[in-house]
Structures are given as C-alpha cells and as structure tokens.
C-alpha cells in the first residue's frame, strides 16, 4: 500500500457489526476499500464478496490476512474469537481496528497486550467509538480545556428501549457498562480503581432472571466520583447522557434536543430508537480515522491498553454485581509502551 | 383608608374576569377586601357578597362608588360599560384598576384621558398583565440593561388553543394582539406607527368566517420592527413567546421548559392549556402591586395613555386588516401628565 | 378566631427565615396578620413590632403564646429551641408552622411526636417547602398518576454557589441533604431504610475542612434507589434538579429554562443565585395553604412524622458519611395517629 | 465509468467552497476521485492537483471537461461563469453539481433549463446544501408526515456572525435569503409568488451602506405565508432556524442544544462560529449522495429548475428591497421535464 493508495481491508465477521462496516467502508468513507470478508458462513461471505469488486471470501482468517490485497484488518467477529484473530494479524504485521472488547477477560487481553509489544509497534485500535461522537469531543474539549477547572464527578445516564433476548446481567457491565468504563477513563484520563453495584427494584418490563436497572459506581485513582444508570429495558428508545461536575460548573450531553415540535398539549422531540441511530456518525468518523492514520503509518484512538483495561475493570463489576459492596479493580501498571 | 389599613375595593363586573379577581383580593393577595360587588345580575351579586365578610352588592356602580367602605375600584365589567364607570370613579377620586380595553375606541379612550388629567393627579392602572409576568420582566431587564444593544426587531408567537363562539377578526386584533401592542410599547419604550396584517391559508380548524392565523407587523416611532403571529384555534395549546433581536443578540421568553419527561419515544413536557394557567402568577402580582401603590397613594403600572395607545393601534390594526396594505397609526401627542 | 377571621400568627426567631416569614404574611398572603413577634434581641423584635399594625412583641415565647391576639405559630428560632416552643405551642392547643428541623435529632423528634399524639389531634406542619413549589408539584403529579409505571430511581442535584462560613458534614446532610430524604418520601410514598455516602475529590474551592462535594445514596422500604449529589460550594449558582426514572419513562424538572439569551457565541440563561430566589413562590404557597388549612380548622403538609424521619434518616447520614459504609436507617414504626 | 468504479470529478473554480469540495471527495466520501480540478490561477490548481494520484490541473473549464477521466462536473467557480461551464458540460452530457446560484439572474437560468431539457434528460443538481441537513430532514419529514395538518406559516432566522467586506443589500437577498427560498420552496412544495421586505432600523455594528438586519415575507402559490429576519451581522454566532406552523401544531429546528453547561450564573452552549461549523455534515451528505446517485446513473436533489426559481425570486426580492412595497414574483411554468 502506498501513502496515497486505497487501502484494502479484511473484515472478520459478518454479523450485524460486520456486515455494518462493510456497508460502511464500500459506500460511506473515502480511502479504503474491502479487499476480503471472512465468515464461518461460507455461503453468507461469498454473497457479500460477489456483491463489492474486487472483495475475495474467506472462511479461514488466516488465509485471508495471507492475502496481498490485505493491508488492514477490521474484526468484528464474537469476542472469543478475537485472540486468535488479533494474534494472525500481528504475524503478518497488520494494522488492526478491534470491535469491543479487545477480548473476554483480562488474562487473554493481557496475551495481546503482551504479543503487540513484542511487535516493537502498536497496531490494534479498540471500537470505542463514542469517542469518536461529536458531543462526546465537546464534552471533552470542554473538561480539557480547564475553563471548569478539576471534574469531580461524573454522572451517566444509559438506557436502552430493549434489550435482546438471553441478556444476563453480567452481559449488562461487559456489554452495556463498559462504554461508560472507556468513556470515564478517556474523559477523566484517571484509571478506574473500584466499583459498586446497587440494584433497585426491577422493571417489571425487565426480562426474567436480569436485574434491570441497575446503579453502578466507580472510584478512579484520581479521587473522582462515576455514576452510570443502566437501564436497558426502559422501554421508551434510546438514550445516553453524561454530565460532568466540575470545580467551576458543569457539562451536560445526551439531551438530544434537535427538533421540537408543539402538538396535542405537549411540547418535545424524538428519541433515537437504538445505539445505531445514535452513534451513526461516530462509526463513520471512528473508521475514516483509523483508515487515515493507517495510510499515513500512524496508529490512533483507544489502544489495547484501553481494551486490556475495561476488561479488568468489568471483571470488577461483574463480581461487585453478584457479590454486593465495594470490589477493587486488579491491573497491571501501565507499560511505558502504550503511554 | 390609613396607610396601613386594608384596602376596601369595590369589583364592578363578575363574569370570568371579575370573579376571580375577587377571589384573588379575598383569598390570594394582602392588604385589601372586597368592601362592594357590582352586577347587573342581582342574584348573582348577592350571592357573592353573602359568601365575604363585610361586602355589599350592588347593581348600580354609581351607588357601589359611594359607598363609604370603598376605597379603590377594580372594573371588570365589559368593554362599552368602561367609560361611564371610570368616570364615576373620578368623580369620587378612587384609584382604579381597570380591566383592558381603557375603552373600546381611541376617542372615547381620549375622553378619559381628559377627564383624568382635569383631576390633577392620575388615578387609572391598565389591566395588561403581561408586564407583571416572570418572564417577561426578565426580558425587559435584559433589554434595558443594554447589555444586548439596541433592540432591532421583536418576533412574537401569540397561540389559543381554541376560541369562545363568535370571535371575529376584529376582536383577534381587539382581544389577542392588543397584548402584543402593549408589550412591544413596554419593553421597547416606543410608540407603534404603522400596522400591516398578513393573511395566510386559514387553518381548517378555524371557526366559519375567522381568518385565522393572522401575521402582523407593527412599526416604531423607534425604527423597531414588530412581527405578531396570532393563531387562535391551534389547537395545542395556550402559548406565548417572545424574541427580541439586538445589536449584540438576542433574548427569548416563552418555551415553557419546566418538566421534562421522556416515554414512548418522546421527549417533552405539556403546554399550559390556557391564558389562566399561564399567567395566573401575573394576575396575582398585577393586583397585588396595585394594592401597594394605592396603600402608599402612590399610581403605577400601564396607565392611561397606555390603554389609549392600545386603543389607537387597534383601530389601525383592524383598518389594514379589512383594508389590506399598511395603515398608519392616529394618535394624539403625549400629554406630559403622562410622561 | 371566627372561620372568616384573619389568622393570627405569632412568629419565634426574627432571623433571616423569621424576618422574611414577617413580611410575607403582612405583605404577600392573604387571611393571616403577625399578632406577635418573637426574639431574644429585644430591640430588634421591637423595631419589627412597631412596624406592624396590632402586632406585640416578646423576648419570651411562653409569654407571646398567651397573648389573646395568637390564634398559631409559626417557629423560625435555630432548631435546639423548637422543641420547647413545639410543647409550648401544644399548651396552648395552637396549630404550628415549624421551619426545619422539627428538632436537631431523633429521639427530641419523638418526644414532639409523643406530646402531639397526647393531644388527640395534628396541630404541627414542618417547613419542607419543596413539597409548595410548582415544578416539583408537577412533578408528583406526573408520577402519582401512574402513566410513567412505578419509580425505580430519583437521581438528584443540589448544589449552591457558596456555603456559609462554618459549615460542616453534618450540616452537609442536616441542612441540605434533608430536603432530598423529605422530597425522597414525599414523591417515592416510601420510608428510607438506609444510607451510603460516597466522597469524591473535594473541590479546590469548598472551605477547609469541608468534603464538598459528596454524593449520598438511599435505599427505600419499597425498593427504590435514589442519589443526591450534594456541592455546597460549586461557586455558578444555586440549582435543584430531580429526574425520576419509571418503568415507562423519565421525568425530569429543575432546568430552570425561562429566558433564553443567544450572545457573543453563547445561548443560555440564568441560574438563580440561591433558595430565596429559587423557591420564593414555593414559600409563600406554603405559609398561604397553611393559613388557609388552619382557618378552616384543617391540618395539611408535612407532618411531625415528617420531621421524625427526616431526623431518623440525617443521623443515619451523618453516621454513614463519618463511618464510610451503608448504615441502616433506625426509625419506630409509624403510628396510626400520623397515617 | 462502469456502475462500480469510482467517479471521476472534476471540480471547477478553487476558491474556499472548490478547495473544500477537493477535499470532501478525496478524504471524506466515498466512490469518488477528484480527476481534474480547473482555475485562471495556474500554479494555484497546479499545486492542489499534484497532492492528489492522478489527478490533472487546467485553466480551461472546456479542456478538463473533454479528459477521458472525468465523468462528472461540480461547478465551485463564481455564479457568472456558471452558464459557460454548464454548457460545456452538457456538450459532453456529463452529470453536474452546480454550487448556488444555477446563474446569477433568471434570464440566463432559462437558457440552463432550455439547454438541459434538450438533452433529453436531466444533469443538474443545484448546491443546496440545506436539503441534506439532518434537522431540516427531520422536519421535512415531519411536515410529509401530515401529522401536524397543512403548514399555514414559516418563520426563519438566519444569523451571520459578520459578513464579508462588500456585502451589499442585494447580496444579502442573493447569496443569504435565497437558502430560505429554495428552503421554502422544498418544505412547502409550493412555489413563491411575492416578495415583501421590511427594513428595521440597522444594527449600529452593520457595515456602511448595508441595512441590516432585514425582514422579508414571501407568500407562496399554495397560500403560506413565510417570513425570514436576515442578519448577517448579528456579531454573536451564526444561526439557522425554521419554525414551521402547522393546523395541528408547530415544529422547530436550529435551536442547537447539544452540549448544555452551568457555569458562573449562566446555563447554556456554544454557538457555532459560521455555516461550515454548523452545516459541515450537510455538505458531506450532498456529495456523497450526488456521487452516489450519479454512479447508479440517476439525478436527485434540487434540479436546475429549482436554481431557476430562486434566481427569479431572487430578483422580486430585490425589487421590493430596493422599492417598498410588495414585488410579485415572475416564472415560466414548470415544465413538465422537471416535474
Ligand atoms: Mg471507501
Ligand atoms: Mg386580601
Ligand atoms: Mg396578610
Ligand atoms: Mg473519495
């Protein structure tokens, strides 16, 4: 791949994010195109090739990064597949983007931690992509500006209309909980130390067995103070808000206040109906960047290191759920490599 | 009446209006009773004043005006009776609160004018309650501040819900956009000069023969420019809001953002249902600080010459109105006993 | 007192509360006069009699609840003094508007509740003046009427500009938290069982020796959870918000949007500077419902129940926030008098 | 250019809006090149074309036009070398985005809709970035919807922070206002049929000679009634809004409310700084979907019939700048080629 040439990226699953990105990539951003799709779904990935010139199918992974027309990898695949997928696109040298999370549990994410540093380079960029939101970048430009001196606390507000089916609770801090995890950590630039579970009484229109809402709080080495309401059968759409408590006053985002309509006695708007119509732009600009940093043979947006460290701290948080009180989040010290 | 006394006030009227200002000065404000009631409708008064200690009814107002526990006159009765009770009024040198309009016209208006400045001093408040609201006090404290500049140009929402039976075009000039006059003469400090009264599609909710809304533009003996939408039957609600653009930015009043609830893919809050709801605090201040000055022998509040500069931009107002094109305002110059 | 008297109150403790109490029922309500005031500053209380018509004054409250002008009281002295002017009052058989707290703590509450209870009938209201103001009003409207489900959280803000010189942690929950544990039962209809105080970084501006700001968790006997976020010294002004989060949705009020300014790149209003300004209505709601309530011979609004547990939850608070920890709420079980 | 390949553009005139549109389609969009870019300044499009592979560089619209590698036209020059280009451009019937105006009059834009509807088929999309505006969707939407009955009114505000030195008052019509008219035009899908402007007194902060702001009612064939304040000088922030009036309700966007922060007595947001910041993803949209389209072989978005009908509402607007009074608006019919 040339500086200037459009470069060929592998997508690794073909689900719902998948098949997204490929949408994405072919019609949406400039300066890359998808070279291969990999699935275990040999019929599903070739109809998705036949469909983009110049696209090759695979089921394998790794015959597909042993293509010459890769030069990226996105993978989206199901997080237990993500170590290995991570581990071939390291062998062949590859610029990785990594849906969430980098993978299930600390120990493994720590392996890929390990094996990137052998790499001498970074390569893998997380999909945390409200950091990509442009309200997100306000709230942040904001609180670094200093014009509200030192943040205090940080109150998140995070609710979906529904959730699928076969959600646990566990799935509610892994899957729900770890955005307002990165988001704290990229926000506050502090590492997130403990974590508490408060459980109000269920929804009754929260599925059977999940505990839904629920009230989670974090302490961060910094001395700051997080709260994150999670709410993922609210019934009524989708909605993430963040407010911030500074020294000299405070940050709110997630109002969502684009179009107001006056009707029937009642003034208001709409709600997004789900995280897709929400964070559409994010994902946008969250892969052009990561399509341009990596033609310009740089590496950008959150790190392993910011995978390996919401893994940990949602290990926490699943133990502080089942287990009640205050549970103290066990990491490594930060390598000097991914400062 | 001593200066720490309570005010005894005699109500002329009892319809919608009147009614409740007597319930406002016996259970809501200080400092003052209803010492008579007046109404054509002799049962109807009787049964008012049997419910309130030590108060009289009458049909007859001269003779409510003589009586010797009546200190000042709150006059509530309809428009075409205004004159003759203000008169009365003068001859025995009350303070009054009068209801809006002055008087139906500019002429007779003038012909009170008269009579109250052969009295030496002024006795008449104008019932424009708007100048006693909450928010537009505000509006008017920013604009006089001059923090803003100048104040350019005045857009103004004036929406009911709906309309009584047999409201007419001229009474939507008369009734509704008389408020608009008063408010822009108010925060603006300047005379209107000219009226223009645009006519888009009437609703298909309006009432047989009411075109309505109605697009009104006011200008100034200041060079502001005033636009007034009045829609009477939008069905809504009950809503009025107010933007002044000035040199430096602008300032608005009227979104009505106390609760905000989100459901069902929603979000929002509800619409006051009608001008009562709205401004129930201004009524309650507009009597209230009516009853203090006139404790202290003292007059303020909209006078006089404000109802008739009301009455003299009406009647250009429903002259463009019929006649289409821009109408130039007629009025008289401003006695000094005014300024 | 005849049921259409005007109400006389005597009024203890001529402090910035008691001053301001003073000259809202001489100057804003209606149906009620200061009959006596009470101050152990017996030139202060002088100068305020002498100012109002009919109106004695006592440095000794026994004495100034014998006088034949008293029909009620309205207590406004520093809470260790309430509980003598409370037994008083019962002597007298006086209906009582109490200012928070009912008394400094627990067990000096019950004795109030036991004594009340010997007189066979309700004679205290306590001054939680939240449940007077309209938004929350609204508020508890919006969730009594079931349309939003069953309330799972109350999520709350508090936060004042600047704190008194000398205020401390426990006047952190005693003074200020105390409106949210009594807002807390009156929306929720639940008793709080327990409290959790979280402290975050102290802001560079809170006084020596002050943990501000805090953030204080409760849990309820019907299962709710609610957070206060209290900052005495977050220095841009005084702010009171509560979102209520529902089965089918949330409501929230306290945004406080009334004007809205666009300049020099900024749109935005206001903030009120502190509670007076703030629940000035909800003040002077209060003491006229009262007034009313009390001339129809009725008793309505907080009740001494009400200030027990209030007193009940702040030690658990004070405890909680020195301790570290969920501490249980310690309350006797409600009696039949106080349903 | 087969159905898959990417488009080759070339993009003509280099000023702010050509350069911005180089870099659009060569770092944001997708399935487009830039293959030629044209200016009179030869080293100026000498230097941008050598940045990009394979792009080529002339001073000779009709030269770059006649490159293999071009397969579509966007026009950025100045509005008077507009026909020319488009001319050429249909000699060699390629597809054309033409930045606003189509032409600078309504003369030389009939000569356009004469030249294209010879071609048998349509090749002109006209800039109007407005249509691709996720807020003005939204009401578009809104308004289709039929939800909210027949639109009876539109109220717009359109606020530069500053303009350019040597705006004039007809500027202010052609290149400001006449977003709203093609704004108007698409909500309402109703043509304009009069021009009235109203001329407040201008901010002292207007460049000499401009009147500024200025207040301008269109009326519309179908019976609306839209009024526009324009004020290019407003000084604090750019602004768009657009209230549009319905039977059964109203709705309103452009009030910006995305991050909302409390500091130092004030609650608000920023402002954005001018039309790139605010309409910087409406842009992107236009592009991407006009390259889009054009790869599939269709034509959408505003049609040179819509350029022709600004610039002939344009000049009534002129007029009755110039004149007072109200100019009606002159066209042809519409043919049916561009219904
Ligand atoms: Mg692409
Ligand atoms: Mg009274
Ligand atoms: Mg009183
Ligand atoms: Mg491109």
């Known amino acids: ?53 110049g696209c090759a199918a695979y089921t394998d992974p790794a ?24 581990l071939e696109a390291f062998r062949h040298d590859l610029p990785v983007l990594c849906e969430k999370p980098l993978t299930p549990d600390a120990v493994s994410a720590l392996r890929v931690l390990e094996a990137e540093q052998k790499l001498g380079h970074r390569r893998v960029q997380v999909g945390f992509m409200r950091r990509f939101d442009a309200e997100y970048i306000e709230l942040k430009r904001v609180l670094s500006s200093g014009e509200l001196g030192r943040t205090l606390m940080l109150h998140n507000r995070h609710r979906n209309a529904y959730c699928p089916p076969g ?48 009230f989670v709080v ?36 997630g109002d969502q ?27 946008d ?11 310009r043979g740089e590496i950008s947006g959150p790190s392993a290191w910011d995978g390996y460290a919401a893994a940990a701290v949602c290990e926490a948080g699943v133990r502080a759920q089942a287990e009640g009180g205050r549970v103290e989040v066990e990491m490594i010290e930060r390598p000097a490599f991914y400062r």
Not at 259 to 279: Q, S
Request: glycine share 10%; proline share 4%; net charge negative.
């Open 1 to 53: 791949m040339t500086q200037h040439g459009t470069l060929g990226v592998a997508v690794i699953g073909t689900g719902k994010m998948g098949a997204d990105h490929v949408r994405r990539i072919t019609d949406v951003i400039s300066g890359a195109r998808v070279a291969a799709v990999v699935d275990i779904d040999a019929e599903r990935v070739k109809a998705i090739a036949d469909g983009i010139k």
């Open 63 to 86: 015959e597909a990064l042993a293509d010459p027309g890769v030069d990226a990898v996105l993978i989206a695949s199901p997080g237990p597949a993500h170590e290995a997928a991570l």
């Open 167 to 214: 959600f646990t609770d566990a799935m509610l801090i892994n899957d729900s909980v770890v955005h307002e995890m990165d988001v704290t950590r990229w926000l506050l630039e502090q590492e997130i130390t403990a974590v508490t579970v408060h459980h109000p009484n269920p929804s009754s229109n929260a599925p059977e067995g999940l505990h839904d809402p629920q």
């Open 218 to 253: 974090f302490e961060t080495d910094g001395g700051s103070l997080v709260d994150v309401e999670i709410f993922v059968s609210c019934g009524y759409g989708y909605q993430v808000q963040a407010e911030a408590v500074c020294e000299k006053g405070t940050a709110r985002i």
């Open 257 to 283: 206040h684009g179009l107001l309509v006056n009707t029937a006695g009642r003034w208001g708007g709409g709600i997004a109906p789900d995280f897709v119509a929400r964070f559409e732009e994010a994902y």
């Open 285 to 295: 600009r969250e892969v052009q960047q990561w399509v341009d940093a990596t033609r």
